[in-house]
């Protein structure tokens, strides 16, 4: 059975009133009963008083006789029983038997109670009569002494049968009241009850999604203060809700424009949401399905993952059914992930046509530029020292573009991993040192210091020796270009399961706005200085991907005017 508060409120009221009735029966008996018994004590104590003396003449004459004659007559008269006990114990007279049958009193708790001086009192059946008793006895003083006992008794049946009349009437009294009051409970309950019950029905109303409900109760307490709260959070609800539903569908339609791909998952993958880019890429509904089986592409499950573990944004390339996309991951706070799929096949498509086109020329310019370098070396001897200034421009230029040329066939071939590196033990303490002396008269001719700080026993590892001599020369020869004066840090040591080198520089520095693009091709940050230092712009786009083809990684740090520092992390294994 459902416990309702209309229930609790009138099982308490029920519980209190019959707790109440009960006790006041119980005392109102309780007292009444002790209130007749005290009542009678005093009446048959002043029976005594009152006999007292014409007692006295009986016993100094010694007439037991005419005292038993006396006692009879006074306790027919009063209605009372009258027993007189010498100090013995022996009954002297009693109203109501003979005194020579009786048996010996001394043992009574009255009399031994009235010997010691006290008016006795007790309760108790008696065997004389043969029914329940009140008795009272007094002690008989004759000359200062006790001589005896009078003892005035009642019996008891009477009295409780008045005080049974009176317990039921009691009774009926308060089953009367306890019926009221119930019913008044049951009235007030259905007050407080009738008002909660209609604010209940007014919620369930709500929570399925009736917003214009509203309850109005007549009446001046807290109950009509907390409707009138309910029907401002009603209207405060409905507001809101209007105005979620306002901003759900400009999202929905926020989203539907997007051009790129969206899709929102849970925490174990099952996709929740996902835009018409989106369902265009996959051609299927892909709502409440999981992700890997959607995309069956191992990328974006390793994306998941990192994203999940790290619980921030990241960013991958990926491929899926010949187009390309960046898939960049955002964490929410309710454990949702969102991804946006950004179709970059196009943009694919072009940087292939470049470096096609970029490989092409090269090709096509390698062998006109080897011919004029060599025309030039062979006119060198041949034309005089005024006309040699002109030469040297030519022949410093072809260079140049020699350069230019050999360095776009490495990156194109290392961008389409034509190039496979030699992996073998190598010993980068003694590749770092074969580069500085290759830089030997360009340093001290700029007047640099170099500090050199490689970890002692440094482990050694698996690697492409050329490969990784052209990364250190890229690097320092960009340190002495772009360092006017200072110093060339190099310190190489173990750190965890890598090995942590860096090249650091104290020149002009690179704007924190440019770090983001200097590993791309032909990216210089001031092109004026950098033509007159005669750069390409692929040095450390070549670096970058040497190091990739190691499984390692290269960071960059830099503060305009204080210089710059790279920190490459190559595998030990």
Same mark, same amino acid.
């Given at each position: 059975?459902?416990?309702?508060?209309?229930?609790?409120?009138?099982? $308490?009221?029920?519980? =209190?009133?019959?707790?109440?009735?009960?006790?006041?029966?119980?005392?109102?008996?309780?007292?009444?009963?002790?209130?007749?018994?005290?009542t009678?004590?005093?009446?048959?104590?002043?029976?005594? *008083?009152?006999i007292?003396?014409?007692?006295?003449?009986?016993?100094?004459?010694?007439?037991? !006789?005419?005292?038993?004659?006396? *006692? +009879?007559?006074?306790?027919?008269?009063?209605?009372?029983?009258?027993?007189?006990?010498n !100090?013995?114990?022996?009954?002297?007279?009693?109203? +109501?038997?003979?005194?020579?049958?009786?048996?010996?009193? #001394?043992?009574?708790?009255?009399?031994?109670?009235?010997?010691?001086?006290?008016?006795?009192?007790?309760?108790?059946?008696?065997?004389?009569?043969?029914?329940?008793?009140?008795?009272?006895?007094?002690?008989?003083?004759? +000359?200062?002494?006790?001589k005896?006992?009078?003892?005035?008794?009642?019996?008891?049946?009477n009295?409780?049968?008045?005080?049974?009349?009176?317990?039921f009437?009691?009774?009926?009294?308060?089953?009367?009241?306890?019926?009221l009051?119930?019913?008044?409970?049951?009235?007030?309950?259905?007050?407080?009850?009738?008002?909660?019950?209609?604010?209940?029905?007014?919620?369930?109303?709500?929570?399925?999604?009736?917003?214009?409900?509203?309850?109005?109760? &007549?009446?001046?307490?807290?109950l009509?203060?907390?409707?009138?709260?309910?029907?401002?959070?009603?209207?405060?609800? !409905?507001?809101?809700?209007?105005?979620?539903? #306002?901003?759900?569908? /400009?999202?929905?339609?926020?989203?539907?424009?997007?051009?790129?791909?969206?899709i929102?998952?849970?925490?174990?993958?099952? =996709?929740?949401?996902?835009?018409? #880019?989106?369902?265009?890429?996959?051609?299927?509904?892909?709502?409440? !399905? /999981?992700?890997?089986?959607?995309?069956? =592409?191992p990328?974006?499950?390793?994306?998941?993952? %990192?994203?999940?573990?790290?619980q921030?944004?990241?960013?991958?390339?990926?491929?899926?059914?010949?187009?390309?996309?960046?898939?960049?991951?955002?964490?929410?706070?309710?454990?949702?992930?969102?991804?946006?799929?950004?179709?970059? #096949?196009?943009?694919?498509?072009?940087?292939?046509?470049?470096?096609?086109?970029?490989?092409?020329?090269?090709?096509?310019?390698?062998?006109?530029l080897?011919?004029?370098k060599?025309?030039v070396?062979?006119? /060198?001897?041949?034309?005089?020292?005024?006309?040699?200034g002109?030469?040297?421009?030519? &022949?410093?230029?072809t260079?140049?573009?020699?350069?230019?040329?050999?360095?776009?066939?490495?990156?194109?071939?290392?961008?389409?991993?034509?190039?496979?590196?030699?992996?073998?033990?190598?010993?980068?303490?003694?590749?770092?040192?074969?580069?500085?002396?290759?830089? $030997?008269?360009?340093?001290?001719?700029?007047?640099?210091?170099?500090? &050199?700080?490689?970890?002692?026993?440094?482990?050694?590892?698996?690697?492409?020796?050329?490969?990784?001599?052209? *990364?250190?020369?890229?690097?320092?020869?960009?340190?002495?270009?772009?360092?006017?004066?200072?110093?060339?840090?190099?310190?190489?040591?173990?750190?965890?399961?890598?090995?942590?080198?860096?090249?650091?520089?104290?020149?002009?520095?690179?704007?924190? +706005?440019?770090?983001?693009?200097?590993?791309?091709?032909?990216?210089?940050?001031?092109?004026?200085?950098?033509?007159?230092?005669?750069?390409?712009?692929?040095g450390?786009?070549?670096?970058?991907?040497? =190091?990739?083809?190691?499984?390692?990684?290269?960071?960059? %740090?830099?503060? *305009?005017?204080? $210089?710059?520092?790279?920190?490459?992390?190559?595998?030990?294994?």
């Amino acid at each position: 059975m459902k416990r309702t508060i209309l229930n609790r409120i009138f099982g $308490g009221y029920l519980l =209190i009133i019959l707790s109440l009735s009960f006790f006041i029966i119980v005392i109102s008996f309780v007292t009444i009963r002790s209130y007749y018994l005290d009542t009678f004590t005093e009446e048959l104590k002043n029976i005594g *008083v009152a006999i007292q003396s014409q007692v006295i003449e009986y016993v100094n004459r010694k007439d037991y !006789k005419g005292l038993d004659r006396f *006692v +009879k007559n006074i306790g027919k008269n009063v209605n009372r029983r009258v027993t007189i006990i010498n !100090k013995e114990g022996v009954v002297l007279a009693d109203s +109501k038997k003979d005194p020579e049958t009786m048996e010996n009193h #001394s043992t009574r708790p009255e009399v031994i109670q009235a010997y010691s001086g006290q008016v006795g009192k007790s309760i108790r059946f008696s065997t004389t009569v043969k029914e329940k008793m009140l008795y009272v006895a007094l002690p008989l003083y004759i +000359k200062g002494s006790i001589k005896g006992v009078i003892r005035v008794s009642l019996f008891l049946n009477n009295m409780n049968l008045f005080l049974k009349r009176l317990n039921f009437r009691i009774f009926q009294i308060s089953i009367v009241f306890i019926v009221l009051s119930l019913l008044g409970a049951l009235f007030f309950s259905r007050t407080i009850i009738n008002p909660i019950k209609a604010l209940v029905d007014a919620s369930k109303k709500i929570a399925s999604g009736e917003f214009d409900v509203r309850v109005f109760l &007549k009446r001046d307490d807290e109950l009509m203060e907390l409707a009138k709260s309910f029907n401002l959070m009603a209207e405060k609800i !409905k507001s809101l809700i209007s105005s979620l539903e #306002s901003q759900k569908e /400009e999202l929905n339609n926020i989203i539907s424009s997007i051009q790129e791909g969206l899709i929102m998952v849970d925490d174990d993958g099952k =996709i929740l949401l996902c835009n018409k #880019s989106f369902k265009r890429y996959i051609s299927e509904d892909v709502e409440g !399905k /999981e992700l890997h089986s959607v995309l069956r =592409i191992p990328e974006i499950g390793e994306l998941l993952r %990192e994203i999940k573990n790290k619980q921030r944004g990241l960013s991958g390339e990926m491929e899926y059914k010949g187009r390309h996309f960046i898939v960049g991951g955002s964490y929410l706070k309710n454990n949702k992930i969102i991804f946006v799929f950004h179709d970059i #096949s196009e943009m694919k498509k072009l940087e292939k046509i470049k470096r096609d086109f970029a490989v092409n020329v090269s090709h096509e310019l390698r062998t006109p530029l080897t011919a004029i370098k060599g025309y030039v070396e062979t006119l /060198e001897e041949e034309i005089d020292e005024k006309k040699k200034g002109y030469l040297n421009i030519i &022949k410093r230029n072809t260079d140049r573009l020699i350069n230019i040329v050999q360095d776009l066939l490495i990156i194109s071939e290392l961008e389409n991993r034509e190039i496979k590196p030699e992996m073998k033990v190598v010993n980068l303490k003694e590749i770092i040192e074969n580069t500085l002396s290759i830089f $030997g008269q360009k340093i001290e001719k700029k007047g640099l210091m170099i500090e &050199k700080h490689i970890q002692e026993k440094l482990p050694s590892i698996k690697g492409d020796s050329f490969m990784l001599e052209q *990364v250190f020369i890229n690097l320092i020869d960009n340190a002495i270009k772009y360092t006017e004066s200072g110093k060339i840090k190099i310190s190489a040591k173990k750190e965890d399961n890598y090995i942590k080198i860096e090249v650091e520089d104290t020149g002009i520095g690179i704007p924190e +706005k440019n770090l983001p693009r200097i590993f791309e091709r032909f990216y210089v940050v001031d092109k004026s200085r950098s033509r007159k230092m005669g750069g390409t712009g692929l040095g450390l786009s070549i670096v970058k991907h040497v =190091i990739l083809l190691h499984n390692g990684r290269i960071d960059v %740090e830099s503060k *305009v005017g204080k $210089g710059t520092k790279f920190i490459i992390h190559l595998p030990i294994s």
